[in-house]
């Protein structure tokens, strides 16, 4: 049985027996957790969840305590607080919820290539990225191939269709883009209008979406969100 009781002395203070047996419950049914009885300086008893974690990391713990009509959650190094909850159980809910954030890990950054881009708006674009969570590679027109080639698997680029400094047509880096990955987002920048022949998108395959320059950064802001929320739910 994974409950540690203390003796009957201890019992009182602020968390209940209902809540006791909530968290038993809550515990039996999944392995390495467990709840014990603790002592709080504040708020008298309190129940402490411990989840034991695989290659010796130290134990995750969490305390239960009751303040006035609710149950706050007060986690320890690397655990979050949470609360006020109605009962028991949401507490519990809102621990295991915890605890699967911190298995799963942190998620990695995607990556967003930026082609031929002029300096300036290349480095906008970085800063743009990060507000959106993306670790961004800038790419110049020189050694592009190889440059695409060598890069991890992206999860979205930017192409000017003017390459900078050349001026040569960024068409052909979007073909090479998705000849890698075929459904690879990605946004053209051009200083053309969308009826110009210099700026036909036709035949390049998508998601593709084409952005005036001077690029304006909400909208930048706003695919790239939306491309790291399709990312997320990629099981790929």
Known sequence: MNVIPLSAAWHGGGITASDRQSAARFVFSRPGWRTADRLHPRHGRCLEI?????????????????????????????????????????????IWEDAERIAAGPRPQPLLLLCGLDP????????????????????????LEAAIAAAARPAAAVVDLQLHPSGADGRGVVRLLRRARPALPVLVLTVHA??????????????????????????????????????????A
């Open 194 to 235: 969308p009826t110009a022949p210099e700026a036909d998108l036709h035949g390049l395959g998508g998601p593709t979406q084409r952005e005036r320059r001077p690029h304006d950064a909400d909208r930048v802001l706003h695919w790239l969100l939306g491309v790291y929320e399709a990312e997320g739910d990629d099981p």
């Open 120 to 143: 300036r708006t290349a480095a906008d674009l970085q800063d743009i990225a990060a507000v959106a969570g993306f670790e961004a590679l800038v790419l110049p027109e020189a050694g």
């Open 50 to 94: 411990c989840v034991e974690r695989p290659n010796f990391d130290p134990p995750l713990r969490w305390q239960l305590v009751r303040a006035q009509a609710c149950i706050l959650v007060e986690g320890t190094e690397g655990t979050h607080d949470s609360g006020p909850h109605r009962t028991a159980h949401d507490a519990l809910l809102a």
